[in-house]
């Protein structure tokens, strides 16, 4: 009897091991697999790994054999979160053209501005940017952007001033902070001012000030507490050491621009009070944009071989660029003027505040300080702050400003992400995070040359081949 129990017993474990087999999980979703997984929370990379992605999100991370409905093969190649630019300037359809037009000349060129709004998005996708942050936006920007079909995640700021002692919301679309031209309603409070910011659907409140305002502390330090009630970051444009040290002292969250003016002496030492502001950033870890591209960008327009640079035909359609080469551009033609009437070389006035931005951010980073990457595109009325060609020059310029390839992945994705309180969506590769991935033919922990292997973008999962975003694969007007 016994032996006729312990048969029974053998025959029914191999029954449950074949019905088993016959019952494994099928295979789901979309595995990227046998890459390796290069992300923020790591302290290492994860080699031979498979990653799947489930309706749009990351569903398993795991160093098992996954199987997937769709399976793309990562030997050889890294899998990083997408990038984030924390600071940029939104032209969308119907209202939006490129920077430089004046809006006589955009309603000369439809199909010129079409294609350049077009291509706008896939541009900064085509380096790797799968989330951008539109300061001194608006919702209706933001949600004709997000929907488009294939675009980078678009978030904004709404923006407000102080002028002459009173609250007002900032209009957009802006390029520059200039308060007498762009306030729009006055706000009875602070807290009435971020409540309806924050009702609106802004991820943060961006505001600023120019050397010279009559701005109290107080007045600023309100701001920023309404804000910070509603949970809302507070961006704060200044480019001067006064406007820098004015942002500190009101407690504001980032710094949307590098130290560019009036911080050194005749002898180009920079203060003791610049020091200091700096100190202070690091102290209260606040975070700090140094936007050095926006200066090379400035500098650009004095360069008549720029528009001739390979690297724009994938960032501007053909017709674009060849409009942009024989038009007058209003904002180039001033800039010129004024270097021209003050006899001035460009190139060295620019090489010094640029030099000074670097070693700001020098100081920045070997502090470890919270650096965020943000590119400003476009800073301005011009057409030398390309869409995500202007972010991957910004990388390279924190690089030789001595800012680690680790510090700067971090500033690309999770640190980012966390700036406006997207951490637990994106900035990882982790299971529950949405899907914005770059496939890679190299680790951006080596050398930049990474970055320049992108071979496909996943927006929400959905794999995109890096070539079908370049401008090249545009149609011709």
């Not at 940029?88 to 439809?110: D, I």
């Not at 021209?340 to 090489?351: F, M, P």
Request: glycine share 8%.
């Amino acid at each position: 009897m016994k032996r006729i129990v312990n048969f029974a017993a053998m025959a029914g474990f191999c029954l449950m091991l074949f019905t088993g087999a016959t019952h494994a999980p099928a295979p789901t979703g979309l595995v990227v697999s046998n890459v390796t997984v290069i992300s923020p929370e790591r302290a290492t990379p994860l080699a031979h790994a498979y990653v799947r992605i489930v309706d749009g999100r990351v569903a398993e991370v795991s160093e098992h054999r996954l199987r997937g409905e769709t399976e793309i093969n990562g030997t050889g190649r890294s899998l990083i979160p997408g990038l984030i630019d924390s600071h940029v300037h939104l032209a969308v359809a119907p209202t939006g053209f490129p920077a430089p037009m004046t809006l006589e000349q955009a309603r000369a060129n439809p199909k010129i501005v079409a294609a350049a709004l077009a291509q706008d998005p896939k541009s900064f996708l085509f380096f790797g940017f799968t989330t951008v942050v539109d300061l001194y936006g608006d919702a209706q920007r933001a949600a004709r952007w997000n929907a488009l079909d294939i675009r980078p995640d678009a978030y904004f700021c709404d923006g407000m001033s102080i002028y002459k002692g009173h609250y007002y919301r900032i209009l957009g679309p802006v390029f520059s902070y200039d308060p007498a031209s762009l306030l729009g309603p006055e706000q009875r409070t602070p807290e009435k001012a971020a409540a309806a910011i924050k009702a609106d659907g802004a991820s943060c409140m961006k505001a600023g000030s120019n050397s010279g305002d009559d701005i109290t502390i107080e007045q600023g330090r309100a701001l920023v507490d309404a804000a910070h009630a509603v949970g809302l970051p507070v961006f704060f444009h200044a480019n001067a050491k006064d406007t820098q040290a004015y942002a500190v002292a009101i407690g504001v969250d980032v710094i949307a621009h590098g130290m560019w003016n009036g911080h050194t002496n005749d002898n180009g030492v920079l203060e003791d009070d610049g020091r200091q502001t700096l100190w202070k950033v690091i102290r209260d870890k606040i975070g700090y944009q140094p936007t050095i591209q926006v200066l090379f960008g400035e500098l650009e327009l004095f360069h008549k071989d720029y528009l001739a640079r390979p690297e724009l035909t994938d960032v501007y359609p053909r017709a674009l660029i060849e409009w942009y080469a024989n038009a007058a551009i209003p904002f180039a033609d001033q800039l010129r003027g004024i270097f021209r009437d003050k006899k001035l070389d460009a190139d060295v006035e620019y090489a010094k505040t640029i030099g000074w931005d670097s070693k700001v951010t020098r100081i920045l980073a070997e502090a470890d300080a919270r650096l965020l990457f943000g590119t400003d595109t476009p800073s301005a009325w011009t057409y030398a702050n390309p869409p995500g060609l202007n972010g991957r020059h910004e990388m390279d310029n924190w690089i030789a400003a001595g800012v680690s390839k680790e510090k700067l992945f971090h500033a690309l994705t999770i640190d980012n992400a966390r700036a406006i309180h997207l951490d637990r969506e994106i900035g990882t590769v982790e299971p529950g995070k949405r899907a914005n991935l770059l496939l890679l033919g190299g680790n951006p922990l080596n050398g930049l040359d990474a970055y320049d292997k992108i071979e496909t973008v996943f927006l929400h999962g959905r794999p995109i081949p890096r070539a079908s975003l370049s401008a090249r694969d545009a149609p011709d007007l």
